[in-house]
């Protein structure tokens, strides 16, 4: 599969514990987007790197998440002291300009429950 | 701030009919709306996309408009299939800084056999 991968598809953690996840965009792809998902909303956006600087952080984006994409490649996305309130979908999704258009390849996501 | 309406949240047709969902968006800027599907538990799926300097676009079953001066625009499928059930996503974009994506709330489409 050549596709946006995302690592751990699930994950359940106690509030309180920290957690990180993977992605792993499509190789040529310079662009990575993190986004947020819960129930009944579509996707909302949470942070953006072109290749490896973090260009924007969305207000969503407490001081206990941090992202990064060290080397332009596969970015990761941890968050510290979890609560319920970060239970949710988070998808990563990757682009690269082409014909002029910005089209965004979205992973299949980590579901994060927090107990 | 940016913001992307979508309706209606749910829509049951029959099979062969056609489904129409609608998205209004705020920001003026705005000039690239594509369309996502979601199956359950599986990734959102680009199905059809518009730019500003176009009207309508149509792929097969699928057609989208704009209406730039109204910030419309409109997912239609037409003779619907029972594997067009899904929850089908709106967004909207400009051509400058990041590209994030505004994404309406979203449609669950049902399509009755």
């Known amino acids: 599969d050549t596709g946006v991968s995302q690592d751990p598809r699930h994950k359940i953690t106690k509030r309180g514990q920290n957690v990180t996840f993977r992605c792993d965009p499509i190789?040529?792809?310079?662009?990575l987007y993190w986004y947020r998902q819960t129930l009944g909303q579509g996707p909302e956006f949470l942070t953006y790197?072109?290749?490896?600087?973090?260009?924007?952080k969305s207000r969503l984006l407490s001081d206990r998440f941090s992202a990064e994409r060290p080397k332009g490649s596969f970015s990761t996305l941890e968050i510290q002291r979890t609560e319920q309130g970060d239970s949710a979908m988070y998808l990563c999704?990757?682009?690269?300009?082409?014909?002029?258009?910005?089209?965004?390849?979205f992973g299949p996501g980590t579901r994060l429950l927090v107990l | 701030g940016e913001n992307v309406e979508q309706h209606p949240s749910t829509l049951s047709v029959q099979e062969g009919d056609s489904a129409v969902i609608k998205c209004t968006y705020s920001?003026?800027?705005?000039?690239?709306f594509p369309w996502y599907k979601q199956e359950l538990g599986k990734r959102p799926q680009l199905i059809i996309d518009?730019?500003?300097?176009?009207g309508e676009k149509k792929d097969q079953r699928i057609a989208v408009t704009l209406n730039k001066t109204a910030k419309h625009f409109s997912l239609h499928i037409t003779e619907t299939q029972p594997e067009d059930s899904a929850v089908y996503f709106c967004?909207?974009?400009?051509?400058?800084?990041?590209?994030?994506?505004?994404f309406g709330t979203g449609t669950r489409l049902k399509v009755l056999a």
């Open positions: 999704a990757s682009s690269l300009r082409e014909q002029g258009r910005q089209t965004q390849y």
């Open positions: 190789s040529e792809h310079n662009r």
């Open positions: 790197f072109q290749n490896e600087a973090q260009l924007e």
């Open positions: 920001d003026s800027a705005s000039n690239y």
């Open positions: 518009i730019r500003s300097n176009v």
């Open positions: 967004a909207a974009t400009a051509y400058s800084g990041t590209y994030k994506y505004i």
